[in-house]
């Protein structure tokens, strides 16, 4: 079959590799219709997050399907599933306690309490790296899905792929946020970020009760696009001071909720680029920062943007200074996907407006290169196999 293999820093390719096969009595496979590159693939794609041999990426993909293991239940050969990005058991204690980003058992060779940099890492996730799992990823014509009967989602037959796609990842990423803010009804959220995880949580946030939705980023043409798709007032970075700007939209207090869906790979000069390289850093924490300074007094932020190592400088001060609440980490999909997709299937949440490009598998390479370089307006690419 095709799929997109990560060969090395910029070197994606879609070649011909072995088609999957069931390896356990819990697998299923699944024939991708759709798929997405994720700003998570950024980081592998730019060597922010290690893999020294070629693997397939993805992480966001749904199809039909094709055949399962003795021992898979409820998903059936036909059903047409939405696949959550983690790999997840379904019944060790993460997966019994709603934290199928944390599966025991999804990542037999890297998972460890400890959180490090190369070790101790979260549960298996789908095309991101040896130390996530090495499982396969979705951005191929078939993958082969641990554990389906957990992992999976179905969905009904009539409802163009692209209405609900992204309840893989984005907006189960996007639900997290707002969650985990503990949003009150018709308090103010600041989403730092209009790609597509910040433009998801811009919807969910409005869905959630939210009174104002201001969505930060240096791009005009994604502050248009958060204007057009998820109504929110926007503030463009490149011109104008996020934190003052901020207070001044907020009576000088700070939004109650800010949110980085930016992460590690912010918008850097060339000579902080040359210091985090220095401190031994991956990228820096400028956006969090930001954050963390624009939220009012004991406000919340939420982390969604991905940090790949330790940081100096993290503002603790002012962590504790202004009493916030900072939460963050992989989201856990399967624990939203069941509401998201009811939401989407009676089209209270509609996210396809998200996608800029759709394209053919074939052109995954040229599809990396403009949703990284952010050419030809690009906000998120699907792919069709
Ligand atoms: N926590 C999770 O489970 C999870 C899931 C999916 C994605 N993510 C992460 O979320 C982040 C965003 O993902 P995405 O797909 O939207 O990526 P993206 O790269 O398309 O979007 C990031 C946006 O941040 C903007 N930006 C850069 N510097 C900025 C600054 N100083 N102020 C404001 N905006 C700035 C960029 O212009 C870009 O539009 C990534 O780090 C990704 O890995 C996390
Ligand atoms: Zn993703
Ligand atoms: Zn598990």
Redesign the pocket.
Known sequence: MKAVVYHKPKDVRVEQVPDPTIQSPTDGIVRITSTAI???D??IYNGFLPQPRPMVLGHEFMGVVEATGADVHRVKVGDRVVVG?SVTCGTCWFCMHAHP?HCERSNPKSYGPDGGVLEGKGGGLFGYTDLYGGHDGGQAEAARVPWIDATVRRVPDDIPDEHVLFAS??L??GW?GIEWSGLQPGETVAI????????ATAKIAWLRGAGRVIV????AY?LEKARLVARAETIN?SVTD?VETLRAMTEGRGPDVCVD???????RSAFEKVANVVHGQAGSI??LD?CMRAVRRCGRVS????YGSKYDNFPFHRHFDKGLSVK????DPQSSMDAILTLLVEERLRAHDIASHTLPLEDAARAYRI?ND?LDDC??VVLKP
């Open positions: 994720c700003g998570s950024l980081h990005f980003s990842d984005i189960p990423t997290a730092l970020g209009a790609g597509p995880v910040g433009l930060v980023d240096l791009l994604r970075a996020t869906a930016v992460g590690m790979e912010v918008h400028t956006a930001t982390v969604l943007g991905v963050g980490g992989q989201s949703f952010k906000v998120k």
